[in-house]
């Protein structure tokens, strides 16, 4: 394809115009199916041919896009991998991960305690099989993701945090475009190629869950139905995985309180809801502006204004 979208500029990219490494600095993913790309330049004659490719189609769930290159040989393929000079889906992953971790922790690595708890998130068999029945119920319904479901999401998230601290994260963007790109990313991560950094940040929402709902506990008296989730979750995270399902499956049975103004009718739906929301409010906060910023290595700084 001659085209690629940028996540972070929420622009149409043409492949000629960008590097190598712009793929995983500003994000930029297939503008019809929002799955990574990487760029190729190919030699054919005397003409250089610049375009961006999908990742192996043999392993994505995109399998119809009709921006995607096709029908290509292996000897091709080698070519292909020697011109794009060995990139990888990890490499373009990586720049989420990092800065969701800087953002968050304000270091370059999960400072202790939190890593020992995340830590035991990750290792959990239990919270895996959870999050990929999330995963996989996200991404075979994306109807549940409406840009209208994804827009009340993050205007109750800022909502609440104006409640809470009298006014939302400071950011160079505009919530505006915070929230555009929160959008943007939130679809792209429910895609198979992406699914290492869902797992990630499904694990961070979830360990950042459990101490919310610990916070708020010192401050006021919880709910009961807050209780309850909390001490499940925390059991699911250090129980086997037959013993955590057990729990996780309990939830069922915890009718949400008539007063309760939310869609979830037990604990059980209300868990992935919490997680989810959670998931798409680290999104917004991110520092967008100066992770493009750090990145910016080959695109004009009117490219950047342009996007402000």
């Known amino acids: 394809m001659k085209i690629g979208y940028s996540l972070f500029l929420g622009e149409i990219i043409e492949a000629i115009k960008i590097d190598y490494t712009d793929c995983k600095n500003f994000q930029i993913v297939c503008p019809k199916c929002k799955e990574p790309v990487f760029k190729v330049v190919r030699n054919n004659n005397d003409e250089t041919i610049d375009y961006l490719s999908h990742y192996e189609k043999d392993k994505s769930y995109v399998q119809d896009c009709e921006l995607r290159v096709s029908k290509l040989d292996d000897t091709f393929i080698q ?18 991960k990092e800065s969701i971790i800087e953002n968050e922790f304000k270091s370059k690595e999960i400072p202790k305690p939190h890593n020992h708890y995340l830590s035991q998130i990750k290792r959990s068999k239990a919270i895996a099989k959870f999050r990929e029945m999330v995963f996989d119920f996200s991404m075979k319904h994306p109807i549940y993701w409406s840009e209208e479901t994804i827009n009340e999401i993050l205007e109750d998230y800022i909502g609440e945090i104006k409640s809470i601290s009298g006014s939302f994260y400071e950011t160079s963007f505009s919530l ?92 059980f739906e209300k868990l992935p809801a919490e997680i989810s929301y959670e998931m798409i409010g680290v999104l917004l906060r991110l520092p967008y502006f100066e992770i493009i910023k750090k990145y910016n290595f080959n695109f004009s700084g009117d490219l950047i204004m342009k996007t402000v």
């Open 176 to 267: 505006q475009i915070q929230k555009r790109i929160a959008k943007d990313i939130w679809q792209h991560l429910l895609t198979p190629k992406t699914k290492e950094n869902y797992n990630f940040l499904f694990n961070y929402a979830y360990y950042f869950l459990i101490t919310r709902l610990e916070e708020a506990a010192k401050v006021r008296t919880s709910n009961n139905w807050e209780v309850i989730l909390h001490n499940s979750m925390v059991q699911i995270m250090q129980k086997s995985k037959d013993k955590g399902l057990q729990i996780l499956t309990s939830l069922g049975n915890h009718p949400m309180p008539e007063n309760y103004d939310g869609d979830a009718p037990t604990l």
């Open 79 to 96: 070519k292909l991998n020697t011109n794009s000079q060995n990139q990888k889906l990890e490499y373009f992953l990586s720049v989420l």
